[in-house]
């Protein structure tokens, strides 16, 4: 089945950035979306983007378009995001999935089960 392992995260100042990584292994990662979720404290989680089987395309929520970029090597089964112009409101736990609802999202085939990573944090303060 599929394991997926975030790092990446830290504390940055307003307006800089971080880029997240998402390693995952099983021989079939390259036939699934991915998607990537966040959480704050005390907040239900919520989605952030996710990108297609191919990487061809993506998809962003309102709130970090423009600042955030996802992207992924299949060959490394690694996904990415690239996050510019941090926000104190960005900080959270950050979460890369492969999930049915990202699946159904994207048009891509549904993985047995959803899969998440364990998280890894992002504190933007000063």
């Known amino acids: 089945q599929v394991q997926l392992v975030e790092s990446g995260g830290g504390l940055v100042q307003p307006g800089g950035s971080l880029r997240l990584s998402c390693a995952a292994s099983?021989?079939?990662?390259?036939?699934?979306?991915m998607g990537w979720f966040r959480q704050a404290p005390g907040k239900e989680r919520e989605f952030v983007g996710a990108?297609?089987?191919?990487?061809?395309?993506?998809y962003y929520t309102d709130s970090v378009n423009g600042r955030f970029t996802i992207s992924r090597d299949n060959a490394k089964n690694t996904v990415y995001l690239q996050m510019n112009s941090l926000k104190p409101e960005d900080t959270a736990v950050y979460y890369c999935?492969?999930?049915?609802?990202?699946?159904?999202?994207?048009?891509?085939?549904?993985?047995?089960?959803?899969?998440w990573g364990q998280g890894t944090q992002v504190t933007v303060s000063s």
């Open positions: 990108i297609s089987v191919s990487g061809s395309s993506t």
């Open positions: 999935a492969c999930d049915r609802t990202t699946a159904q999202a994207m048009g891509a085939p549904f993985p047995p089960h959803d899969f």
């Open positions: 099983g021989r079939t990662f390259s036939r699934y979306a």
